[in-house]
């Protein structure tokens, strides 16, 4: 089904607001199980729905221009702070995933505007770095636990399965078996060009190779898809000022572009296009980019398997 072409780049068609929730006890609705970030448009309608999940050790906060982006072409996006602190592997991200999804359900509408409808029926499910492994290992089952709503489609931004080359993060994700992800859903895989090069002699790259972006969407089935942003770096989708201690980590640890802003309107443009393909049935703006019948604000590769 298509429509016309829209630029998914640039700032859509709705104006946005920015809910803040937070996960302690409320007595006009249901908290979540988690502090949430949600955008969402602000004039009424039924929004398909994006659950978006932060990198490593980084704060929710720092994505909100690219998920304001994404909810300006009609979606709303909720953003979890799953943790703050250093864990030795995912476990409790995807306990958290589950159970924040679960309560989508009953406690979502509540806490929206009256005039905005999230329809459960059409959810994705999506994160950056460690958020993007996260996301995997959900539509993977890990751990044996599954979700009462169903997503159908599946978004890694610069997704890693580890710390560096050769290192896993329980649960591993990739089995470095082409086409080997036993899921029934649409993938999107986003990498950085600079990721796998350090920043200094102190840390290792921020996207390895061996566990990043590449070695995810070989493992991926149709219909899947892979864009690659060439002089961008792993954290480059994030805002312009990211703050306090942790937002000067997010531009020291990893190697950069020279701004920010183009990478954040192309990942949040790839997304958009995406999630309209597979989450709303409109494929145009997709076909556009694979065709090359759009301005792109950065210099790509991509591959896909349909």
């Not at 998914?8 to 302690?24: A, H, P, R």
Request: glycine share 10%; charged share 15%; proline share 6%.
């Amino acid at each position: 089904m298509g429509s016309s072409l829209t630029n998914v780049f640039e700032t859509g068609n709705y104006t946005t607001q920015l809910l803040m929730v937070d996960s302690f006890s409320h007595t006009q609705y249901v908290p979540p199980p988690k502090s949430l970030l949600i955008a969402t448009p602000i004039e009424g309608g039924e929004f398909p729905l994006l659950l978006f999940l932060h990198g490593y050790l980084m704060y929710n906060s720092f994505y909100s221009q690219l998920i304001q982006h994404v909810a300006s072409h009609g979606f709303i996006v909720v953003a979890p702070q799953l943790y703050e602190v250093d864990l030795p592997n995912i476990n409790g991200e995807i306990y958290s995933v589950v159970a924040i999804t679960n309560w989508l359900f009953k406690g979502l509408s509540k806490i929206l505007p009256s005039n905005i409808i999230p329809n459960l029926d059409k959810l994705a499910l999506g994160g950056h770095s460690r958020g993007g492994k996260t996301s995997f290992a959900i539509a993977l089952r890990k751990l044996n636990i599954t979700t009462d709503l169903k997503f159908s489609a599946i978004i890694g931004v610069d997704p890693i399965d580890g710390p560096e080359t050769g290192i896993h993060t329980s649960p591993q994700i990739l089995t470095y078996v082409p086409h080997s992800f036993n899921f029934d859903m649409a993938t999107l895989v986003i990498g950085s060009g600079l990721g796998d090069l350090k920043k200094n002699l102190l840390f290792p790259p921020c996207s390895p190779i061996g566990v990043n972006h590449e070695n995810f969407f070989n493992g991926c089935n149709k219909p899947s898809w892979h864009f690659v942003a060439e002089h961008y770096g792993h954290n480059d989708m994030m805002d312009d000022d990211t703050k306090g201690g942790k937002g000067k980590l997010s531009y020291c640890f990893c190697k950069n572009g020279q701004s920010r802003k183009p990478m954040r309107k192309f990942v949040g443009g790839v997304m958009v296009a995406f999630l309209k393909a597979y989450i709303v049935g409109d494929n145009v703006d997709l076909l556009a980019i694979r065709d090359k019948n759009v301005s792109v604000p950065l210099e790509m590769k991509f591959d896909y398997i349909v």
